[in-house]
Every structure is written in structure tokens, then in C-alpha cells.
């Protein structure tokens, strides 16, 4: 069965400086990758998925992910912080066939000014 | 297309009254889903539909929790009778027929039971 782990609860960054919400997976084939993002009050925004060719996908209001088989991994990033983008952070993953996107259980993103 | 809706976004009840979620798909997607999210466990899927047909209920903590989805823009989620514990966002969501589509998201259903 698929899995998703996000090992950090929080992560706490600067305005301006780069920063990355962490995710590995495990499936039994190859994996289909998606990063959502939950604001206050709000249900979950969809923010990128990986599908299949290049590793470094980018995605809505300027974030990116890197998809390495090797390593099983699929970290968010921004090159450059904004308060706003203070929110809740999912990473999900589908193996083969339409079933349900199994997700993490969230990263706090803190962004400080 | 207006999103996933849902409705009521607030509701307030006593414990063992009967509680009804609403939700509304995005038109021509294939897959609804059902999941709760609380601080203590997170976002959890209740059951997903394909075409109107429960696929999977694994999900649904009780008999007291049952989903129905009557055609291809209308489900429901029903707590009867309610109890504290059942306090929680309740996300639906929905998808079109392909394991690379991304789900979308409702605004959530806040339900508080006293």
C-alpha cells in the first residue's frame, strides 16, 4: 500500500530566503506526486503534481518540486519566501490505478517577516 | 465552473441530533470523496464514490456515519445520532477518471456537536 511521510510538523523561515517542505513516499509502482496547500478556514488548493519526465516540476504562485526515484523523496520549494505563503502544506502520492490520494499529515509553513 | 460546494459551512447541533453535509461535484468529474480532518488525526478518507457507487466506506468510523450519492451532482454525508467526538471539518472533494487528475476540494463543512 502507498504511504506518505512529511517528517517535519513545522517549518519556520525567513521572508526572502529559499525554503523546502520535506516528503518521501513509497509505492509499489511508480508514483504519482502531488503537493496541495490549506489555508486558514479554507479547503485544500491544488499546487503541482508529478506525473512522469522531468524531475523538477513547477507549479502555482512560484513553487517547485523535485521528484528523485533514488531517494523516494518529493520536497516543495520557493526560491524565495513570502508571508503569504504561511499555510498548511500536503503532500499526496497515488500508486497505479484511480484510487484515492493518500496523504501526509501536513507541514506548517511560518513564514516570518 | 463554481468549484466543489458545499453546505452547510457552519452547523451546530447537540449530541444525538442527525446531521446532513451536502455536496455538489464539479460537473463531469467521475469520483467524489468523503474525508474529515481534525488536529488529533489529520485528513482522513470516509468513503469515495465512482459514478454514484460506493467504492470503498473503510473509512466511515461507524454505523452512525453513512454517505449516499443519489446521482452525479449530489452527495450527502449523514451523522445520526451525533456525538462530541464527531466535531471536525468535513471535506468533499471531487476528481475526473484518471489516476493522474488531481482531486479539488470543497470549502469544508465545520461541524461542531455540544
Known amino acids: 500500500a502507498q504511504s506518505v511521510a512529511q517528517p517535519e510538523d513545522q517549518v519556520n523561515v525567513a521572508e526572502g530566503n529559499p525554503l523546502t517542505v520535506k516528503c518521501t513516499y513509497s509505492v509499489s509502482g511508480n508514483p504519482y506526486l502531488f503537493w496541495y496547500v490549506q489555508y486558514p478556514n479554507r479547503g485544500l488548493q491544488f499546487l503541482l503534481k508529478y506525473i512522469t519526465g522531468d524531475n523538477l516540476v513547477k507549479g502555482s504562485y512560484g513553487f517547485e518540486a523535485e521528484f528523485n526515484k533514488s531517494q523516494t523523496s518529493f520536497h516543495l520549494k520557493k526560491p524565495s519566501a513570502l508571508v503569504s505563503d504561511s499555510a498548511l502544506y500536503f503532500c499526496?502520492?497515488?500508486?497505479?490505478?484511480?484510487?484515492?490520494?493518500?496523504f501526509g499529515k501536513g507541514t506548517r509553513l511560518s513564514v516570518i517577516a | 465552473d463554481a468549484g466543489v460546494i458545499q453546505s452547510p459551512r457552519h452547523e451546530v447541533t447537540e449530541m444525538g441530533q442527525e446531521v446532513t453535509l451536502r455536496c455538489k461535484p464539479i460537473?463531469?468529474?467521475?469520483?467524489l470523496f468523503w474525508y474529515r480532518q481534525t488536529m488529533m488525526r489529520g485528513l482522513e478518507l470516509l468513503i469515495y464514490f465512482n459514478n454514484n457507487v460506493p467504492i470503498d466506506d473503510s473509512g466511515m468510523p461507524e454505523d452512525r456515519f453513512s454517505a449516499k450519492m443519489p446521482n452525479a451532482s449530489f452527495s450527502t454525508l449523514k451523522i445520526q445520532p451525533s456525538e462530541p467526538r464527531d466535531s471536525a471539518v468535513y471535506f468533499c472533494?471531487?476528481?475526473?477518471?484518471?489516476?493522474?487528475?488531481?482531486?479539488?476540494f470543497g470549502p469544508g463543512t465545520r461541524l461542531t456537536v455540544l
Open positions: 460537473s463531469g468529474h467521475d469520483y
Open positions: 472533494a471531487s476528481s475526473m477518471d484518471s489516476s493522474y487528475n488531481e482531486q479539488f
Open positions: 499526496a502520492v497515488r500508486d497505479v490505478g484511480n484510487t484515492p490520494l493518500v
